[in-house]
């Protein structure tokens, strides 16, 4: 399962543009943010598989351009992947047994991996069996209650499809979702500001 988040990162990142400013689905975030933030994951996940222990506080390290940096570093995981046998894994010196931490590492990577495929292709979809695998797990890797601000609250799937549900669970929605719903607020707000309305839902990552 692990392998198969990672090809599909690499994947996604083939369709990037030079233009990144653009937005993603992760609130308040573009796309240099984005790929900023998958190759700290990466550098972590490879810190854990290849050594065993996980600097939380490590910096990110950067060379080249942000998606040349991404795609190597993504290849280099995969080559962790082929002879690793640290068990426990330690983060911050807490010890996480190596299965977990491959499961979280294939669900972040993968949902990442849409969001960036997203930006281009809004109906883009993950693998159906990856998409499969990954619901299975999901549940207690990111539970209901204490996941933000990482992920959002679990939002109506558009679909019975493996890759909606998957993403609907853990609150995304498609960039053309988004702006629909946004047309739908704007269109049905008054027409003079409501001093009184505040507050808007925790972004998820």
Partial sequence: ???????????????????LNLPTPCHGWDLRMLLAHVDESIAALREGVGGGRICTTSAIRHSGTAVTHVQTAATGLLGDLTDYSHDP???SETPLPAA???M????????HAWDIAAVHTPSVQIPGELADDLLAVAPQLV?????????GPPVHAPTTGPSDRL???LG????????????TTLTAAP???????????APGR
């Fill in 1 to 19: 399962m692990f392998d198969r988040s990672v090809l599909y990162l690499l994947c996604a990142l083939q369709g990037v543009g030079a233009d």
């Fill in 89 to 91: 894994v330690l983060v």
């Fill in 100 to 102: 977990t931490l491959v």
């Fill in 104 to 111: 979280v590492g294939a669900l972040e990577l993968t949902v």
């Fill in 143 to 151: 539970p209901i209650t204490g996941r933000s601000p990482l992920f």
């Fill in 167 to 169: 993403l609907a669970y």
């Fill in 172 to 183: 995304r929605t498609r960039p053309s979702d988004q702006l629909g719903a946004a047309a």
């Fill in 191 to 201: 027409s003079t500001p409501d001093p009184q309305r505040r507050g808007h839902r």
